[in-house]
């Protein structure tokens, strides 16, 4: 490992640096998976309907993708350690508050608004907590590093799924409190470690982050509301249209705009646009996979929220031991290997994995979740590393800030989406279930969309009628089939998109100066200001 610059933590801290931001980030990683898990038992003690249940979730999302740009400018301008501090801070007290939903009317707005203060917390928290990591491990030890950051958030990931089943045994408000003593733990070692807390003043551009919140917000919005207001709904494609044009004009303005909230400059480095491109493509299905599986096991196989959990523990399982080996191929051999071997291992996973679920029988499907989840441990924190790797040092939290703006819109995108194909094809089947068991078309219709939106029931799970279970098990197919496509699409970005061999130390040698691509110049920065 080399020795990092002097302005830097020394060695002996450097591990506590790490930890320090592992715990930190945690927290996001933990909510991804342990709120999956008991969405079904919130939303039957809450009296939720299925898309209110998925807005609580996907509040949490559209809320990181839109102010993730903000806090990697935030981090950038103002200082690392500081905006880790006050993300920590805002996304432990948003969890305290969604522990205390309260019953009633309001229940749904409490638990919405809150998840979407928890995203903010996020936000500010997680691109500087990467920028710290990034500035404290040199190039050449930084795919390690960050495979070792990746990796073990992945496995403390793995945290939701088994404490949330057996929390949820005693009150489901305690999958959001979990979060206070990582947080706790978290602090305590930022407080002991002292990482960098590097800023680059500068004036904020909220000109762009308004008009970011408008497309990320209406663009998925649009998507999200089809299953309740049909896609016939002119009110729909509107939604989605503006959503889209507001998002040009963003790109467009930022162009011009002196200190913007995203330099889309960058995005002329083509590895850096290919890179982002597959992450947003790969988050449309990594994220929904763990609410989708989680539902799967409760509904289609009636099993508890502890055995459920298990779906996503397999997925883990797999994903862990590749992040590490993903991590090393980076630093040997570049990034292109991973990230491709790992999208076309993650779509053949998923496409496998669609093939078993309608047997209804987990030692049918384990191998094939594995496969998927194996998959996607190769490439994802490798393209994510590759991609921060070509920005400058000096732009780090911002450079994640938008790898992680395009991570969470596309996971966003791809809840709305593959949320809306799963209850309309679940109602569909249902439709005919029922209309085959000789109940009148308009009254199997009206039944099949109250079924669709409680989604199988609100009672024991052990009441669940075997056509139900089956009709759900079809309609995750469909699901899964769409995150095979899924993948199939960022393997081939990918095999197009990225160039062979490792990159170079630009910091030290400028090899990649002659390029002219932003960020990749030693001497110039995101903005292409010469230093």
């Known amino acids: 490992m080399h020795a990092i610059s002097p302005s830097g933590p020394g060695v002996r801290s450097k591990g506590l640096v790490l930890t320090g931001m592992i715990f930190a980030v945690?927290?996001?990683?933990?909510?991804?998976?342990?709120v999956s898990i008991a969405a079904r038992v919130i939303q039957q003690n809450l009296s939720l309907s299925a898309s209110g249940m998925q807005w609580a979730i996907n509040a949490y999302l559209l809320t990181l993708a839109a102010l993730f740009a903000f806090g990697g400018r935030l981090a950038d301008i103002a200082g690392h350690r500081r905006r880790v501090v006050l993300g920590v801070i805002i996304?432990?007290?948003?969890?305290?508050?969604c522990g205390a939903t309260p019953a009633g009317a309001g229940a749904e707005a409490w638990l919405v608004a809150f998840r979407a203060v928890q995203g903010a917390g996020g936000a500010i928290m997680f691109p500087a907590a990467i920028a710290i990591v990034v500035v404290t491990f040199d190039l050449r030890s930084r795919g390690r590093a960050l495979?070792?950051?990746f990796g073990i958030a992945g496995a403390l990931t793995a945290i939701g799924p088994i404490a949330g089943g057996f929390l949820i045994e005693w009150t489901w408000r305690a999958i959001f409190w979990i979060n206070i003593p990582v947080a706790l733990i978290a602090l305590a070692l930022i407080a002991i470690s002292k990482p960098p807390n590097e800023a680059r003043p500068a004036p904020m551009d909220y000109r762009g982050l308004a008009l970011i919140i408008g497309g990320v917000g209406l663009s998925v919005f649009g998507f999200q509301q089809s299953v309740q207001w049909g896609l016939g709904?002119?009110?729909?494609?509107?939604?989605?249209?503006?959503?889209?044009?507001?998002?040009?004009?963003f790109f467009a303005v930022e162009r011009r705009t002196a200190s913007p909230l995203i330099n889309v400059r960058i995005f002329e480095n083509r590895t850096f646009l290919a890179e982002n491109i597959i992450l947003g493509v790969a988050m449309m299905a990594f994220i929904p996979v763990f609410f989708f599986a989680a539902i799967y096991g409760q509904i289609a196989l009636a099993e508890k929220a502890t055995t459920a959990s298990l779906l996503i523990l397999y997925f883990f399982l797999g994903f862990v031991v590749c992040a590490q080996i993903g991590g090393r191929m980076l630093d040997r051999i570049g990034a292109k290997r991973p990230v491709v071997l790992g999208c076309i291992l993650a779509a053949v996973g998923f496409g496998l994995w669609a093939s078993r679920v309608t047997d209804l029988h987990v030692s049918a499907q384990v191998a094939?979740?594995?496969?998927?989840g194996a998959g996607m441990g190769l490439m994802l924190?490798?393209?994510?590393?590759d991609a921060i790797n070509r920005a400058s040092r000096y732009s780090y939290g911002e450079a994640t800030g938008i790898t992680q703006t395009v991570r969470n819109y596309g996971a966003s995108l791809g809840f709305a989406i593959l949320g809306t194909l799963l209850i309309t094809r679940f109602r569909s089947a249902v439709t005919s279930s029922l209309t085959a068991k000789g109940l009148p078309g308009p009254a199997a219709g009206s039944?099949?969309?109250?079924i669709a939106q409680l989604q199988g029931g609100n009672g024991n799970i052990a009441t669940i009628p075997q056509f139900i279970r089956a009709d759900f098990a079809g309609a995750t197919r469909d699901v899964l089939y769409g995150m095979a496509i899924i993948m199939a699409v960022a393997a081939l970005v990918a095999l197009?998109?990225?160039?062979?061999?490792?990159?170079?130390e630009t910091d030290q040698s400028g090899a990649e100066a002659d390029t002219g691509s932003p960020g990749e110049d030693p001497d110039v920065d995101l903005y292409g200001t010469r230093r």
């Open 496 to 504: 197009r998109g990225l160039s062979r061999g490792v990159q170079q």
């Open 447 to 450: 039944a099949a969309a109250k």
């Open 26 to 34: 945690a927290m996001i990683f933990i909510d991804q998976t342990i």
């Open 233 to 249: 709904n002119p009110a729909i494609w509107a939604s989605i249209a503006v959503g889209v044009v507001l998002l040009v004009v």
């Open 91 to 97: 996304f432990a007290g948003a969890s305290a508050l």
């Open 368 to 372: 094939w979740i594995v496969m998927a």
């Open 381 to 385: 924190g490798q393209a994510n590393t």
């Open 147 to 149: 495979a070792l950051f």
